[in-house]
Nanobody, 118 residues
Framework: QVQIVESGGGLVQPGGSLRLSCAAS????????MGWYRQVPGKQREMVAIISSGGSTNYADSVKDRFTISRDNAKNTVYLQMNSLKPEDTAVYYC????????????WGQGTQVTVSS
């Protein structure tokens, strides 16, 4: 069982920045594709950004050029740098770890709240 722990959420004004972190308790971190997702009440969880085990990235159109996902395999950690935040970015942000060779090895964190408001 892999534990996923997110941190870094909070309240920020529009136009501000936050950096989310996600730590995974696995020695096989480099074999996991890592992703950030977000969810608001009454809506489906949506993909925000994904970084593959090899470092390739993919972003939702709504966050391109504002958010950057990165990973540090030595620290078993993935980051989401969020700049130029908008009120519509307000959501609970979840980190996901998906093993590249097994669909059953798929783990979620408990989520961290991001609120963008003046």
């Amino acid at each position: 069982q892999v534990q996923i722990v997110e941190s870094g959420g909070g309240l920020v004004q529009p136009g501000g920045s936050l950096r989310l972190s996600c730590a995974a308790s696995t020695m096989a971190f480099s074999f996991y594709n890592m992703g950030w997702y977000r969810q608001v009440p009454g809506k489906q969880r949506e993909m925000v950004a994904i970084i593959s085990s090899g470092g390739s990235t993919n972003y939702a159109d709504s966050v391109k050029d504002r958010f950057t996902i990165s990973r540090d395999n030595a620290k078993n950690t993935v980051y989401l740098q969020m700049n130029s935040l908008k009120p519509e970015d307000t959501a609970v942000y979840y980190c996901n770890a998906a093993h590249i060779r097994s669909t059953t090895l798929n783990y979620w964190g408990q989520g961290t709240q991001v609120t963008v408001s003046s």
